[in-house]
């Protein structure tokens, strides 16, 4: 991943593209990389930005400073309450559905604690890579916040019914052994171990083939979410199973060396 911000400057989202990887840094480190209702537009357009360009085979998304995203700020909720401002209510969640959706393969490096919205962030990435120490807390039940309908549905099909419950109607912190025991967390390193897994773990998914990936992905959601179209799916495999990428994939197999996928 690239060097993470040594200055404490609160900045937008950044992306940075660079060996078919893609970079996205939640960048306001004195919030705790609290998100602002502009921040949610600017993560929409560096999504649109990312799946327009077909250099790009899979997506990282972390955060500068000590945590991952301390999640929306409740003050532009209190705001919107009381008359001020034009937020609208519904934009994290197409957000996130937007993240969600992303054509190529994503992975969470958590850096440390996640809080509120970010937990949903985390879970609509494919992968979730956190860091020995650190908590996630989901309080909707504590605000007074009936969560969203999609939100709802990430927490129970990839963790289940039981710990998506205990999350939000107890409304405590989970610990680093308590996430990886539901499922929230693929993977724990420690600190200072966490930006070369994850670079790992996205060289191994950018090798495979660009055009398999995301046709795979997209109905691995659908079937979580007992919306699978067949018929996308079969035109996707006859496209994949005519490909020159296919054919060089059996080729690397039977001759035991690494593929050269080519998009094509």
Not at 55 to 83: Q, Y
Not at 179 to 192: A, H, S
């Amino acid at each position: 991943m690239p060097e993470r911000a040594t200055h404490e400057a609160s900045t937008p989202p950044i992306l940075t593209i660079s060996d078919g990887r893609a970079h996205v840094r939640l960048n306001r480190p004195r919030e705790h990389n609290r998100l602002e209702p502009d921040d949610l537009t600017a993560l929409i357009g560096i999504f649109d930005r990312i799946d327009a360009d077909p250099s790009v085979r899979v997506m990282v998304l972390t955060g500068t400073g000590k945590s991952f995203s301390s999640g929306f700020h409740i003050g532009a909720l209190s705001d919107h309450k009381e008359g001020r401002g034009d937020y609208d209510p519904h934009a994290f969640e197409r957000m996130v559905d937007r993240l969600e959706a992303l054509r190529v393969p994503t992975i969470a490096a958590l850096n440390g604690g996640v809080y509120g919205g970010s937990t949903d962030m985390a879970l609509a990435c494919d992968f979730r890579i956190g860091v020995a120490g650190m908590q996630m807390f989901m309080p909707a039940a504590r605000l007074g916040i009936v969560y969203y309908a999609s939100g709802m549905r990430r927490y129970v099909t990839r963790l289940g019914l039981g710990p998506a419950k205990k999350l939000f109607l107890t409304a405590e912190p989970a610990d680093t052994q308590e996430l990886l025991r539901i499922g929230y967390l693929d993977e724990v390193v420690p600190p200072g171990r966490l930006e070369a897994r994850v670079d790992a773990l996205a060289r191994r998914i950018a090798g495979n083939a660009p055009l398999a990936l995301p046709a795979i992905k997209r109905a691995l959601n659908q079937v979580a979410a007992n919306a699978l179209d067949v018929d996308a799916l079969n035109q996707a495999r006859r496209m994949s199973s005519a490909s020159e990428d296919h054919k060089e994939g059996l080729s690397a197999w039977a001759e035991k060396r690494d593929p050269l996928f080519k998009g094509r």
